[in-house]
């Protein structure tokens, strides 16, 4: 048996694009800061921001690809391009972190004082607000409708809005203390920052790419539900669980008795679906039925009344 479920969500792909235009926007924002101010700091932060534009492009049209209906060339769906371009995100964000480390070590040989802070400092302080409250609406969405790229990008921003924070708090030391290589050393800091959030984001992303199955509580969950609702049949085993963006994958193989109708197996087939979409909304159940002889293998699931 397998379910049938659109993944058109509208206010994901609403979202993703409007995150193309903010981008845009803070990016506009954070380069005016630097060429106010001349800080290198900024100007890599600013860097950073391209990087968000690229991405929220790439996210856009990803997100609607991986809503596309499944067809006969691929019949589970497109939800996994959502992590392709995860990855492809976290590429980039790599990628900016060496320019911005590329930039901040050529200005060790000659740190130079800010230009108008005040007015610099003042703008990326805006520009790092609007990141932040955007970032936390990406993230939310992008959790509650699992949503990879959108969380991503969501993430994405708001390692930003950290260094943002970071760098307002080293140039305001520098117009403080004088010292100009304050400067270009939280640039360094802000480099190295960026390429860990980098690694995170690949790096969850290839655990989706891989099939990772849910988390232990999600497969707890989905256990219950089949042991509670297995009642007329001898047991399950066989259960196997995978994430692909916004869609989740449940198999395992049921055991019933030889003597039971396709009628009687298909209704606690039903019945067992109905349930794990219970605690897993959207799920794909595909379930394998097998008379009594066939031997156990795999995950088991324990099921009140029978015994192993």
Known sequence: MRSHMSDHNPLVKTLAFWGIPLSVGVLGLKLLAWWVTGSVALLSDGMESIV????????????????????????????KAE???????????????????????????APAMLDAPALGLAINFFAGVVNAAWASILIRVG????????????QHIMSDVVTSSGVLVGLVLVVIS????????????????????????????VDGLMDKAVEPNEEAAIKKAIADN?????????????RAGAATFVGFDLV??????????????????????????????TIHVEPESEEAHGVDVKVEGVSA
């Open 83 to 109: 992590y392709i371009s995860a990855v492809i995100e976290g590429v980039l964000i790599v990628v900016a972190a060496i320019l911005i480390m590329k930039e901040a070590i050529a200005a060790l040989e």
């Open 178 to 205: 004088g010292y100009a290589i304050l400067d270009p050393v939280m640039a360094i800091l802000v480099a190295c920052n960026i390429i860990y959030q980098g690694y995170k984001v690949i790096t969850h992303s």
């Open 143 to 154: 959790k509650r409708h699992r949503s990879p790229a959108l969380t991503a990008d969501g």
């Open 230 to 242: 297995a009642r007329g049949s001898l047991g399950a085993h066989y259960l196997r669980t995978r």
């Open 256 to 285: 019933v008795p030889a003597g039971m109708t396709v009628s009687e197996a298909h209704d606690i087939c039903d019945r067992l679906e109905a349930a794990v979409k219970a605690v897993q909304p959207g799920a794909r159940v």
């Open 52 to 79: 968000n534009v690229v991405a929220a492009c790439i996210a856009y049209f990803v997100i609607g690809y991986a809503q596309k209906p499944a067809d006969d060339d691929h019949p589970y769906g497109h939800h």
